[in-house]
């Protein structure tokens, strides 16, 4: 799916701003799409609606919230093809204009569009959008059901719980906030009638050159033609049919930390788009991972998109700090965690050279053996699940800056390890199948009893999250080493490149402690210091990514204190005393090569 784009023959339309705005209730009121809200507030578009306003009747929510804007087309502009583009409505839409629907769609971080008829443009069209916050069982992230949610495994059997009467909610079975709206850009796209549909480049790194090769799907049968620039705007390659290979010598390569983009302007009758993309290899090998043939060594983070008052809108400042705060730091990577992040992040990753895992919002699934109306979400769980991963790989499959995919995050796979294989298997050959690029695919694992799963030898790389002096041996990192090593002897036998996706500790800022008790940022230091002492004994430990990047908003409850201060930065984004620490350790650790010898191996 192409990214709205501005030239001499698109025009694009930001709808953002003020909205009209009001919460509704758990059914669909059509009339709140079909005309004028009666009463009704302001809401910022691209932004989660829930911590705009200072009342917690936006921040619990639960059911359909409506937006409305008014817009008009330039009369010049009718005779083009109007796209309306939404980057991402958490977690349902349903859109509606003048009256009419004219789409929806299911999943909250991934782009969606509808093409307007001109016929039912009016001078100032009513645009209406119902978002819908609900998760459960069949969303990806899963909601979890109440019994779950607030008794875990061992529903209370007491009279004062069994009467008491719960307000319907939603129980996010993931640790981040469930924000949820218009969360990132509305535009109104122009382009010809007759149009580029689609683009995917992929490169081929041979002795002094590079074998490109761009597939242009088009609104009709015709010709497309390609001409290639280097990042200066020199044309390197002229008028290419689209489909055919081209040869571009002596190729500057795309590398972490050292980004150089081409740009493929791609030309079909009247209508233009311009494709950045990076000349880079993605190869495992061994017990490596391998960039541009050479071992990469992961440094970075787990993150989420959450920030004040957006909730998990779009930012662009905030992303263009949280990248500066990375190179400060000397990471070179991140992973999307726990879902698909804005476009605009993973372009500016491809410009900055910052190496990133893409995950879809599968965070929070298990596989019980089911029945009846569970299995019925179930089922439909996992036909979403497909969706979402090829609606992710279409969006992204051409940013040089992705070069992996997560199929989801921490599942159970040891309650049912066939059921959770097969379900697994499935994916991952999916995966491989629509990426033009096939990169590498995994499944971020964390589980207790990892001897009985049997989903992570899927993975082409090996991710696991673990807390061993947090939620296991919490205070003891002598125990925590011992239980690291054991996990690492036991998957060095796998012979694959393994990453630590997420561990850490939390600290709430400025909480100090000579004997490095927990919560304490001494502690969380510590905890680090413990763990990258075991991990890098392991030569086939090819990475280490922190959780979290930035302490977050997480549902309320008696784990946590104003959400996850796992961060090495604060919310606002202030250094802890972990941050200086992996700030010196990844200044010494160079981006390629580590733990190999001097032939790289
Ligand atoms: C991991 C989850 C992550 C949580 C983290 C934590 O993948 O989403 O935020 O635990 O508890 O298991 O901090």
């Given at each position: 799916m192409l990214y709205p784009q501005m030239n001499e023959k698109r025009t694009v339309f930001d709808l953002g701003g003020l909205w009209d705005f009001c919460l509704g209730g758990e059914?669909?009121?059509?009339k709140c799409l079909a005309v004028p809200l009666e009463k009704s507030e302001k809401m910022f578009v691209?932004?989660?609606?829930?911590?705009?306003?200072?009342?917690?009747k936006y921040r619990e929510h639960y059911g359909y919230a409506y937006y409305q804007r008014r817009f008009s087309v330039p009369n010049e502009l009718k005779s083009k093809r109007l796209v309306l583009r939404f980057?991402?409505?958490?977690h349902n839409a349903e859109v509606w204009l003048n009256g009419k629907r004219i789409v929806s769609h299911t999943g909250g971080f991934l782009p969606f569009e509808a093409e307007l008829d001109p016929?039912?443009?009016?001078?100032q069209n009513l645009l209406c959008v119902a978002v819908d916050n609900r998760i459960d069982l069949s969303t990806l992230p899963v909601g979890n059901e109440i019994k779950k949610a607030m008794f875990g495994d061992a529903p209370p059997d007491f009279e004062s719980v069994l009467k008491t009467k719960i307000k319907n909610k939603n129980y996010p079975n993931f640790d981040f906030f469930n924000y949820c709206g218009i969360n990132r850009p509305v535009f109104l796209c122009v382009m010809p009638?007759?149009?580029?549909s689609d683009i995917s480049i992929v490169s081929e790194i041979k002795d002094g050159f590079a074998v490109v090769k761009a597939d242009v799907s088009l609104s009709k049968k015709g010709n497309a033609k390609i001409s290639v620039f280097d990042k200066e705007g020199r044309?390197?390659?002229?008028g290419v049919d689209a489909g055919s290979e081209f040869i571009i010598e002596n190729p500057h390569l795309w590398e972490p930390n050292n980004a150089y983009l081409y740009t493929a302007k791609v030309t079909f009758g009247d209508d233009c788009y311009y494709q950045k993309f990076g000349i880079r290899s993605i190869e495992i090998k061994g017990e490596k991972f391998l960039i541009n043939g050479k071992p990469f060594y992961f440094k970075g983070f787990g993150k989420h998109e959450d920030s004040e008052t957006r909730g998990r809108g779009y930012d662009g400042a905030l992303n263009v700090k949280d990248i500066s705060l990375m190179k400060w730091i000397n990471a070179n990577s991140f992973r999307t965690s726990h879902y698909p992040y804005a476009e605009e992040m993973l372009s500016l990753c491809d410009e900055e050279g910052i190496v990133v895992i893409g995950e879809t919002p599968a965070v929070g699934l298990a596989f019980p053996d089911a029945d009846g109306e569970v299995k019925k979400k179930l089922d439909l769980r996992s036909l979403r699940h497909k969706e979402v991963l090829s609606e992710m790989i279409a969006r992204d499959?051409?940013?040089?800056?992705?070069?992996a995919w997560s199929l989801?995050?921490?599942?159970?796979?040891?309650?049912n390890p066939e059921k959770a294989r097969e379900y697994f298997k499935t994916l991952y050959d999916l995966a491989h199948r629509l990426d033009p690029q096939s990169r590498p695919v995994t499944v971020v694992a964390c589980n207790n009893?990892?001897?009985?799963?049997?989903?992570?030898?899927?993975?082409?790389i090996i991710c696991l999250n673990r807390y061993y002096g947090w939620?296991?041996?919490?205070?003891?990192l002598d125990a925590a080493k011992q239980a690291m090593t054991a996990e690492m002897e036991y998957f060095s036998k796998f012979c694959k490149p393994l990453m630590i996706t997420e561990y850490g500790a939390d600290a709430a800022a400025g909480i100090h402690s000579v004997t490095a008790n927990t919560f304490s940022e001494e502690y969380q230091l510590e905890f680090y210091e413990a763990i990258n002492s075991v991990l890098d004994k392991?030569?086939?430990?090819v990475g280490e990514q922190v959780w979290n990047f930035a302490d977050f908003a997480t549902v309320?409850?008696?784990?946590r204190v104003d959400g996850n201060?796992?961060?090495?930065?604060?919310?606002?984004?202030r250094p802890k005393l972990a941050a200086h620490y992996f700030r010196k350790r990844w200044g010494e650790i160079?981006?390629?090569?580590?733990?190999?010898n001097n032939k790289g191996e």
């Open positions: 059914s669909l009121d059509k691209p932004a989660s609606y829930n911590d705009q306003k200072a009342d917690k980057g991402a409505v958490a016929l039912f443009l009016e001078e009638t007759e149009y580029i044309e390197i390659a002229r499959k051409n940013h040089p800056c992705v070069v989801a995050n921490e599942p159970d796979s040891t309650g009893d990892y001897v009985k799963d049997k989903v992570t030898e899927l993975s082409d939620y296991i041996f919490a205070g003891d392991y030569g086939f430990v309320q409850g008696v784990m201060k796992k961060g090495l930065f604060t919310r606002d984004r160079p981006d390629f090569g580590y733990k190999c």
